[in-house]
């Protein structure tokens, strides 16, 4: 039997070699290689720039037109952004109302879904009526396309509560508000903040529709003129500077998710 | 000196009127400071007991007397404990501890002036269950028995004169659970707390209580109740000897009657 040698030195600390980061660059090379196919592709077709153009024809696009497509991002942006902070005020107060009782959950959620169908386009003609062409009906159908997500989570979270946590705190003598402040809402954070998510790029969908249909500003409205020209190049760049906004919009809405819940994300963070 | 508790020929039915009878004529003694086990098959109605106990769930008939009072809704001087610890994973661990104190009537409205010194008590329970320095760390990072020492200390934190314990120690493993009973035994001793435990565990109930009542199967009713003989304080070793084993395989057999007639 050999028994080891204490004094025996062990390997040397590996020498640090440049390794990239795959996984941290993964984002970058695969958005770089879809833009390469798509290049590719629409050169070897031949297809003329009116049906599709390259992405290089849209980056030009994109320098040549900056100063509107610019002024309609922002447009865009702020009425997204508008409407879906209307919805994540509105929806929370929803969400909290909904979980608060059983009946209050069985009567409203039916009415909630029957909505939650309607079509949203549907709804811009009332709203232009409403209120005319512009701002007003897009920041509107950014919320009303926005905000269901964020009720139902927050109801659920509500919802799901455990029965023993609930025994444990009313055998102390807790009210129902009690319950819904020291548990329940606590409780719902992680499903509202996974909701923002889904709401925020839904938000966009909602004010890109009305801004198509009815308004004077915003890329929707940018990419339905610049279509009536066949100005395709333009449209893509529309389509393109949305895709940047609502990644953004995603990306923070992940960041504030996991700053305000890190508890819920513990499976990451434990070790 | 008048009992703690005393339920008289209780009836609790789930359900409405055609729904199923949880326990049948249930009448149960309980004196202050006594630590009392309640064993029977499963679906016996412990739990029903312990919600009864604890005012959670109003009998249809019969009486559920508490500290002289007649219960009508929930009592505040018990604390509760279940084999779920259900930590709130939001707050850190004295965090959870110091929970009911922000619901307990008494407590609440002094919470915010006296933090210091309700702190100072929290962390004293810790170092009494094994978890002194632990108070800051979520509880999702403690272990599953540790997570349940923690839960002890949020059952004992508002002094409540009764514990209930249900079936604290079922998803531990045994050499965790065995340092539990130990726990318990010294904070029953140090505390004077009368503690009722629901359990399936016949060594545990016997090593651990005055006195060991025996449930029967659905509609459940106590059908007899054991004084448990041996000296206090009681040491593990206590597990090995004879007389003990003879009472564990005693309540066994009853237990098995129980359920077979059932």
Redesign the interface.
């Known amino acids: 039997m050999t028994t080891l040698d204490p004094a025996t030195p062990i390997a040397a600390a590996p020498r640090p070699v440049f390794k990239p980061n795959w996984v941290r660059l993964a984002p970058w090379l695969y958005t770089i290689g879809l833009f390469v196919l798509w290049e590719i592709g629409v050169r070897i077709s031949g297809l003329p720039h009116t049906i599709l153009p390259t992405p290089t024809r849209v980056f030009e696009a994109i320098i040549q037109y900056w100063s509107p497509i610019w002024k309609n991002s922002v447009q865009t942006l702020y009425t997204t952004v508008l409407g879906f902070m209307i919805a994540v005020v509105a929806g929370l107060g929803i969400g909290l109302f909904i979980g608060w009782s059983k009946a209050i959950y069985a009567g409203l959620y039916p009415i909630m879904v029957g909505f939650n169908a309607i079509p949203k386009v549907a709804l811009v003609p009332i709203l232009v009526i409403w209120f005319g062409i512009g701002t007003v009906p897009a920041v509107l159908t950014a919320f009303l396309i926005s905000f269901f997500p964020i009720v139902v989570n927050v109801a659920t979270g509500l919802a799901t509560i455990e029965p023993e946590t609930e025994d444990v705190l009313r055998a102390l003598g807790a009210k129902k508000l009690d319950i819904m402040l020291k548990v329940g809402v606590p409780r719902s954070m992680p499903y509202f903040f996974g909701s923002l998510k889904v709401a925020i790029t839904l938000a966009f969908v909602g004010s890109v529709v009305s801004e198509t249909v009815a308004s004077n500003s915003g890329l929707g409205n940018m990419m339905a003129s610049a279509q009536s020209n066949f100005n395709v190049p333009l449209v893509f760049a529309g389509l393109l500077m949305l895709a940047v906004e609502g990644i953004a919009m995603y990306a923070l809405m992940a960041w504030v998710e996991k700053r305000m819940t890190g508890w819920a994300h513990r499976s990451t963070m434990a070790n | 000196m008048t009992p703690l508790v005393s339920i008289e020929n209780v009836d609790m039915r789930y359900g409405g009127p055609t729904g199923t009878l949880a326990v049948s004529g249930l009448n149960l003694k309980i004196n202050r400071g006594e630590f009392v086990a309640v064993v029977g098959p499963s679906g016996c109605g412990k739990s029903t007991l312990m919600?009864l106990t604890?005012?959670?769930h109003i009998p249809q008939s019969g009486a559920v007397i508490v500290a002289d009072a007649k219960v009508t809704?929930?009592?505040?001087i018990?604390g509760?404990?279940?084999q779920?610890p259900?930590m709130?994973?939001?707050r850190t661990t004295l965090e959870n501890i110091l929970?009911?104190l922000?619901?307990?009537?008494r407590h609440r409205h002094r919470l915010r002036a006296n933090k210091a010194e309700y702190v100072a008590k929290a962390e004293k329970l810790l170092e009494t269950v094994g978890l002194k320095g632990f108070g800051e760390k979520?509880p999702?990072?403690l272990s599953g028995g540790m997570q349940q020492r923690a839960n002890l200390c949020?059952?004992l934190i508002?002094e409540p004169e009764l514990l209930?314990l249900d079936e604290p120690f079922g998803a531990l493993d045994a050499f965790t659970r065995e340092e539990l009973w130990c726990v318990i035994r010294d904070l029953h001793a140090a505390q004077g707390v009368t503690i009722v435990l629901v359990t399936h565990d016949l060594r545990e109930s016997v090593f651990l209580a005055d006195k060991v009542v025996v449930m029967s199967a659905r509609p459940g009713r106590v059908i007899s109740e054991h004084p448990v003989p041996f000296a206090r304080p009681r040491q593990l070793d206590l597990l090995y000897e004879q007389p003990f084993n003879d009472m564990v395989q005693k309540l066994h057999s009853e237990i098995a009657t129980a359920r077979v007639a059932a």
């Open positions: 919600k604890t005012g959670l809704k929930p009592v505040s018990v509760m404990a279940f779920n259900t709130l994973p939001w929970l009911p922000e619901i307990v009537e979520f999702w990072q949020r059952a508002h209930m």
